[in-house]
Each structure stands twice: as structure tokens, then as C-alpha cells.
């Protein structure tokens, strides 16, 4: 089956069965609070839809909740914010909400519960993950899970993920030689964890060793990188989503969907591929595009979204609670889209900040993002031949200077490759910099 006959099936599929799930909130429910430096808050009704009973289509991801300074200056998570965010999201049936025990130097969780905890119980659906990566004791495994379920004050983790799986080498060395999978699947029996599940970043060999488990654990759930550039272009040792997701409808395991933006890349195309869009949907977001994509598959449980601020969530409930599945022609466009996007030299870095802190204070994440944005915004430098090269050089270095600090710059690496292995995108960082600092040196010198 070919790419559009499969999105084509996918989309049929759920227009029968999964927005057929969806239920309206009677009248007018208002937004609470405002989005920090924006226009008052829009008025939204409805719900999100479900593709399954119980859990709605839009899920919250508490990897970045929203930062303030307290009294001593100090970066805090801002709960008054949070608050008023989650009470927004249920509110629309938004009630799947991820979050993990390293998330946020350690704090997502209890912020997630602060606000949670204001609410009924049966009202929101906890996923959180066993995040053993530095010390995978049986001891220590134990300790965590118990610490999410006193955190949160509850008896029971709706969802819970063996976090960033990456193969089933990986697997055992982390779960199964030390006896924490036999404890985790005492507590699913017993109606502790309600559902279990992993979130993975991998190769295909990887992949196709957690679904070689499915016989053994009955997987309830995987969380994967989905997204219409990753669907056939997901690059680097990651896996396209194309096969990801065919793998798991075979087997009937309900996916979750992380990254649906691509880090937030998604959410700025190039100018004509913004024009594109706006010319078909004048009033919608570019960033609705990605989740409309996401949404219409009918095997997908929720699609996770990390919401700082309420305009975002506005904008994703604006989305979700008048849903439209793709059609096949807007599957092409989209489609055609990401195959333009890989023409561009982007480093498809999506931010998480895994990578830092560089021990030779290299601002990773930000050199990244300034590059792919000069890309993406068409201002980067094309060639020393180009009309304007001189005025083009001097607002580009000048911007280069301005986005990251010169002592931070990326001629400092020294491609120690300590970063490498924490990248969940597998992007080879040295190899990037060394390219990018290539390309500034070039633009400096005149001989590009």
C-alpha cells in the first residue's frame, strides 16, 4: 500500500469511527485567564474528540510548563499559571496529562499534581514514566514509581511509560535483568497501573525488538515521534513514522504521539509554504496542520502537546474541538510539504535540551535554532555571488553574534562527543557544528 492510499484509509477510518466519539459541551464554556502578553483569551465551546472511551484526543505534555523568578531571582515553575492552564484543559476534555520524574529538574510532576489535585480524581488521567536512566536498581526503580504515586496523592498511574526505550538490549539492561518488569507487571494485575506502555526513539532494528516483547508484556500503549516530516523523513537513526505506526495498527497497541511539531518547527514553514496553507485555512494556525495530521489516524490514543502558554492551548483546543480530519488532497499538500522540507539543510533539532550542558559551555540548542530559523525565514546567506552579499553578510553575522554569545558559539567544539549519546533525535551534534561553523567561517571569509 502505497503513502496515500494508506493516509487515504487512515482518514476514512477515523472520520467513521473516531469523531464519532466526540461530545459537546452543552452552552459556552469561557477561558480562564489570558495569555501573557496577548489579545484577551477567545471564547471556546465543546470538547475534544476521542478516539478512544475515556481519553481525550489532545493530551497535555508537562515537559514545559511555564518559568517565572521568584524573590531571589531564581527560575521557578510558575503554579499560578499552571493552574489556570490545566483548569482550561479539562474544562474541554482535555484530560490525558504526560509528565516524568526527571522533567523540569525533577519539579513537572509535583507541579502537575498541585494542579490536578484541585480537581476530581476521575477527571484527569496520569501518565508518568520510570526514568531510570542513571541508576536502573531494582531498589531505585521501586523507589520512583512510589514516589509518582505519592506526588500525586493517588492509588493508581492511568498510563505508565518505561521511558526512552531504545531497543530490547536496552530493555533488559534497565528492566528486565533487574527484576523491575516483574514488579511493574504484579502492579498492572493488581489494577496499580492501569495501563502499561514505553516511549521509544530508535532505529528500526530497535522497534522491531520492543514488538518481538508484545507476546510477552502485552504492551497496553507505546509513545512514538510522529509527524508529516518524520512520517517518511524521519532522518538520523530514528525510524519513520510510517512504518512505526503500521507496526503497532497491526497489533492493535494505541498509540500516543510525541513531537507532533517537530519540536515546534512545524509551526513555521517558509513563507510559500505558509501562503500554501493560509490560502485553504485563512483562520487557522500553521501549527493546526501538524495536528490535524496527528488526529487523523484512528489508532491514535492522544497526541501529546506541550502547552506553555494559553495561547497555545487555545489554539490546540481551537483545533480539537471543531476537529476535521485531513482529506486525501490535503494529505498530498502536506506531503509535498515535507518533501520540500527536506531539501533545506535544517538540523531538525527540536529543543528538548537533552544535550546540555556542554561542557565547553557551547550553546547547543541555540545555535540549532538559529540556523534552522535563517533557513525556514529564507535569511540565510546563499553564496558570496548573490546580490547584496555584503549588506546579506554583515545583518547575518551581526544576527549570529546577537542569538548566541561568541564564546558559545560552535567553532568552540571540540567534538568530544559527549553530547551524542543523549540526543533522542540521534543527530550527530559535532558533525552539525563542525558544518555550521564551516558555513559561518565561509560567510566571514567571502567564499561561499
Known amino acids: 500500500m502505497d503513502r496515500r492510499d494508506f493516509l487515504k484509509?487512515?482518514?476514512?477510518?477515523?472520520?467513521?469511527?473516531?469523531?464519532?466519539?466526540?461530545?459537546?459541551?452543552?452552552?459556552?464554556?469561557?477561558?480562564?485567564?489570558?495569555?501573557?502578553?496577548?489579545?484577551?483569551?477567545?471564547?471556546?465551546?465543546?470538547?475534544?474528540?476521542?478516539?478512544?472511551?475515556?481519553?481525550?484526543?489532545?493530551?497535555?505534555?508537562?515537559?514545559?510548563?511555564?518559568?517565572?523568578?521568584d524573590s531571589e531571582g531564581k527560575?521557578?515553575?510558575?503554579?499560578?499559571?499552571?493552574?489556570?492552564?490545566?483548569?482550561?484543559?479539562?474544562?474541554?476534555?482535555?484530560?490525558?496529562?504526560?509528565?516524568?520524574?526527571?522533567?523540569?529538574?525533577?519539579?513537572s510532576e509535583e507541579a502537575t499534581a498541585i494542579a490536578l489535585n484541585r480537581h476530581p480524581r476521575e477527571e484527569w488521567l496520569l501518565a508518568t514514566k520510570l526514568s531510570n536512566f542513571t541508576n536502573p536498581t531494582y531498589n531505585n526503580s521501586v523507589k520512583m514509581y512510589r514516589r509518582s504515586l505519592e506526588i500525586f496523592g493517588t492509588d493508581h498511574i492511568d498510563y505508565y511509560l518505561l521511558h526512552a526505550v531504545g531497543s530490547a538490549t536496552d530493555f533488559k539492561l534497565r528492566f528486565g535483568n533487574t527484576g523491575i518488569m516483574d514488579f511493574l507487571l504484579k502492579e498492572r494485575e493488581a489494577g496499580r497501573i492501569r495501563n502499561l506502555g514505553f516511549s521509544i526513539h530508535s532505529h528500526k532494528e530497535g522497534f522491531d525488538s520492543m514488538m518481538e516483547l508484545h507476546g510477552q508484556y502485552h504492551?497496553?500503549?507505546?509513545?512514538?515521534?510522529?509527524?508529516?516530516?518524520?512520517?517518511?523523513?524521519?532522518?538520523?537513526?530514528?525510524?519513520?513514522?510510517?512504518?512505526?505506526?503500521?507496526?503497532?495498527?497491526k497489533r492493535d497497541i494505541p498509540v500516543v504521539i510525541m513531537e507532533p511539531l517537530r519540536g515546534g518547527s512545524l509551526a513555521t514553514l517558509t513563507k510559500g509554504q505558509t501562503a500554501q496553507l493560509k490560502a485553504l485555512e485563512p483562520d487557522r494556525s500553521i501549527a493546526s496542520w501538524a495536528f490535524r495530521f496527528c488526529g487523523s489516524f484512528p489508532?491514535?490514543?492522544?497526541?501529546?502537546?506541550?502547552?506553555?502558554?494559553?495561547?497555545?492551548?487555545?489554539?490546540?483546543?481551537?483545533?480539537?474541538?471543531?476537529?476535521?480530519?485531513?482529506?486525501?488532497?490535503?494529505?498530498?499538500?502536506?506531503?509535498?510539504?515535507?518533501?520540500?522540507r527536506v531539501r533545506f539543510p535544517l538540523v531538525g533539532c527540536t529543543g528538548c535540551q537533552y544535550c546540555m550542558p556542554c561542557p565547553y559551555g557551547i550553546n547547543i540548542p541555540g545555535i540549532?535554532?538559529?540556523?534552522?530559523?535563517?533557513?525556514?525565514?529564507?535569511?540565510?546567506?546563499?553564496?558570496?555571488?548573490?546580490?547584496?552579499?555584503?549588506?546579506?553578510?554583515?545583518?547575518?553575522?551581526?544576527?549570529?553574534d546577537k542569538?548566541?554569545?561568541?564564546?558559545?558559539?560552535?567553532?568552540?567544539?571540540?567534538?568530544?562527543?559527549?553530547?551524542?549519546?543523549?540526543?533522542?533525535?540521534?543527530?550527530?551534534?559535532?558533525?552539525?557544528?563542525?558544518?555550521?561553523?564551516?558555513y559561518i567561517e565561509a560567510i566571514k571569509q567571502g567564499t561561499l
Not at 484543559?89 to 519539579?107: C, E, I, M, R, W
Not at 489508532?299 to 481551537?318: C, P
Not at 540556523?371 to 546563499?382: G, L
Request: hydrophobic letters at 35%; aromatic letters at 10%.
Open 75 to 107: 527560575e521557578v515553575i510558575d503554579q499560578q499559571a499552571v493552574n489556570a492552564l490545566v483548569d482550561e484543559a479539562l474544562s474541554h476534555g482535555v484530560n490525558y496529562f504526560d509528565t516524568s520524574p526527571v522533567y523540569l529538574q525533577g519539579k
Open 219 to 249: 504492551w497496553d500503549f507505546v509513545q512514538i515521534q510522529m509527524n508529516y516530516l518524520d512520517w517518511t523523513h524521519a532522518g538520523g537513526r530514528n525510524t519513520n513514522a510510517e512504518y512505526l505506526y503500521s507496526e503497532l495498527e
Open 9 to 69: 484509509k487512515s482518514a476514512v477510518a477515523t472520520a467513521a469511527t473516531g469523531l464519532a466519539a466526540c461530545d459537546l459541551m452543552p452552552g459556552p464554556v469561557k477561558v480562564k485567564g489570558e495569555a501573557p502578553s496577548q489579545e484577551k483569551s477567545r471564547e471556546i465551546t465543546g470538547t475534544v474528540p476521542r478516539h478512544y472511551p475515556g481519553v481525550g484526543l489532545l493530551g497535555y505534555g508537562c515537559m514545559r510548563w511555564p518559568m517565572v523568578k
Open 299 to 340: 489508532k491514535v490514543l492522544t497526541v501529546l502537546s506541550g502547552m506553555t502558554y494559553m495561547e497555545h492551548l487555545e489554539d490546540n483546543l481551537q483545533t480539537f474541538c471543531d476537529f476535521k480530519p485531513l482529506t486525501e488532497e490535503e494529505f498530498a499538500i502536506l506531503e509535498d510539504i515535507a518533501d520540500g
Open 368 to 400: 540549532f535554532r538559529f540556523y534552522d530559523k535563517s533557513i525556514v525565514e529564507d535569511t540565510y546567506v546563499r553564496s558570496s555571488e548573490q546580490k547584496g552579499f555584503a549588506k546579506a553578510r554583515r545583518r547575518y553575522l551581526a544576527q549570529y
Open 403 to 438: 542569538a548566541v554569545e561568541t564564546i558559545r558559539q560552535a567553532d568552540h567544539c571540540i567534538s568530544c562527543g559527549k553530547c551524542v549519546s543523549h540526543c533522542p533525535q540521534h543527530i550527530r551534534i559535532p558533525r552539525e557544528l563542525a558544518r555550521i561553523d564551516e
